[in-house]
């Protein structure tokens, strides 16, 4: 709101919008667009200099719960073989666009990631001092 009227001090000062904008450094549109927010709001012909802020509410649509199963499926039956003969996380995306699943490979690694913090306990160590 301060750079708001600075515009609108410096505007009735030098009457042009290109030294406005030379003086504080941002584009000349951008003065004659708050400017002309300014007058709208003046004549009530306009609501709100600044626009109200947007919720966007995204969707995974690639992550439906099918392709999570299959995902959780795969690691669970990775388990039960040895280490050597586990599927990686681009092995499973592989697996599941080959089955004509449209996901991309960064979606996969994200949802083992997250199945990995939660299901795999690791080992622990605790140094003990010997008597």
């Known amino acids: ?22 003086i504080m450094g941002i584009s000349r549109n951008t003065v004659t667009k708050y400017l ?6 003046q004549n009530d012909t306009g609501n ?3 626009p109200s802020p947007r919720n966007l509410h995204r969707t995974k649509p ?10 959780h499926r795969y690691l669970e039956e990775n388990q039960k073989k040895p280490k050597k003969q586990r599927l990686n996380a681009h092995q499973i995306f592989q697996l599941l ?7 991309s490979y960064s979606t996969v690694k994200r949802e083992v990631r997250r199945w990995k913090q939660h ?3 690791r080992d622990v160590c605790i140094a003990q001092e010997v008597a």
Request: net charge negative.
């Open 62 to 71: 690639a992550l439906s719960d099918a392709v999570v199963t299959k995902i």
């Open 97 to 103: 666009t080959y089955a004509g699943t449209e996901i």
């Open 48 to 50: 709100r200099i600044f």
């Open 36 to 41: 002309n927010k300014l007058e709208d709001c």
């Open 1 to 22: 709101m301060e750079d708001v009227d600075r515009i609108r001090q410096l505007y009735q000062e030098t009457g042009s919008c290109r030294k406005v904008a030379n």
């Open 119 to 121: 299901t795999v306990f």
